[in-house]
């Protein structure tokens, strides 16, 4: 019960990460990863808590790993051709 307890601690810990280090795109991608490792650990304490099948899990790694190979592909693309990895230089209107 603890480790569910500790698991919210350290996701809001990441919210909190997230909106500090909003700057660069590289320390916001890091923010949301673990964002996202604090949210499928507590999907699967719940889900051991709950004696449910954890085939989930997978899928919610599948979609996780998926959302940081576009993070980074958008990061790459951001510093070929602005040259910096700024969240202010990401505009979606110059696109």
Do not use: A, P
Request: with cysteine.
């Amino acid at each position: 019960m603890i480790l569910i307890y500790l698991n919210m601690l350290m996701f809001f810990i990441s919210i909190l990460l997230f909106s500090f280090y909003f700057k660069h795109m590289l320390l916001t991608l890091i923010s949301i990863e673990f964002m996202m490792i604090n949210l499928m650990m507590n999907i699967y304490l719940n889900l051991l808590y709950l004696k449910i099948n954890l085939f989930f899990i997978s899928f919610f790694l599948t979609i996780s790993v998926c959302e940081s190979v576009l993070g980074l592909s958008l990061l790459i693309f951001m510093m070929r051709f602005t040259g910096n990895d700024f969240m202010k230089s990401l505009n979606l209107m110059k696109w």
